[in-house]
């Protein structure tokens, strides 16, 4: 299936997507790119019901609905308020917060932008199911509060959260990423983190934390990288570190902190920019539902040429 044109500048953005009939239109190209086929008769024709984002076929009136299966379905806000918004999260490099976006789309209540954008972090979700593979760099660290040295041996403060990092090494620069929260920093959490995000076969580069040990049983080539002094992490596990410092710094930022109820939508939101951080514009179209059930080229866009960052 052929994946339609994406907008490539801003320009180009406000140019294709001035009105809500431009988005609809474009819903409709993104979800029959060979032309409309009715599911249950496959009669091609159709006719559009303007009054919602719903085809009915003319030959046996079945009706179906154009935004079904995306984030869009069922809104009762314009489609082009969606369309902005799904533009500027995935574009904007620092990301964009609730504030911003009520101001952005001249919406009256902050509410309405804040659940846009849940729903948009929600949606970032399934397309990260797959593992990450090779020489991959893992480690963990606390968000919210003061961080505190986990040798320190004692109770864990609740308002604190802990965040495990894995990231590919790529040369000297870093491929894909995947963030978790972990109950706690025991071999169980810590080993089913990695089983979840990290292929089998990997080497994983760790500081050495007995939590990991575990792995060189469950088929993962694990190589500890510092013994003892935590102090170290940063400079053997560089990229990983790099990633929990821009964490950070964007969800105090931007999002003047995050409470740890939320917190585990705001690193799938990290995570699928990072990961789509060389092809910003084409992750405005996954997001939205309307690149097809495939990633075509994501990965293959985000590696090319790829030698930092
Ligand atoms: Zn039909």
Redesign the pocket.
Known sequence: MARPDFPRTASEFQDWFSTDEACYRYLIESRWPDGFV?P????RRAYDLLSRPVMK??????QVSVTAGTVLHRTRLPLLQWFLAAYLMTTYTPGISAVQLQRQLGLKRYETAWTMLQKLRRAMVRPERDRIVGMVEVDETYIGGLERGRHGGRQRDSSKEIVVGAVEVRGRGSGRIRLGVVEELSGDCLTRFVEEVVATGSVVLTDGWKGYLPLEKKGYDHRPVTQGDAKNAAKFLPRVHRVFANLKTWLSGTHHGVGSKHLPHYLNEYVYRFNRRRTPMAAFQTLLGLAGQREPTTYHMLYDGESNG
Do not use: T
Request: hydrophobic share 0%; net charge positive.
């Open positions: 009715c249950r008769c496959q009669h076929c003319r030959s046996c009136g079945y």
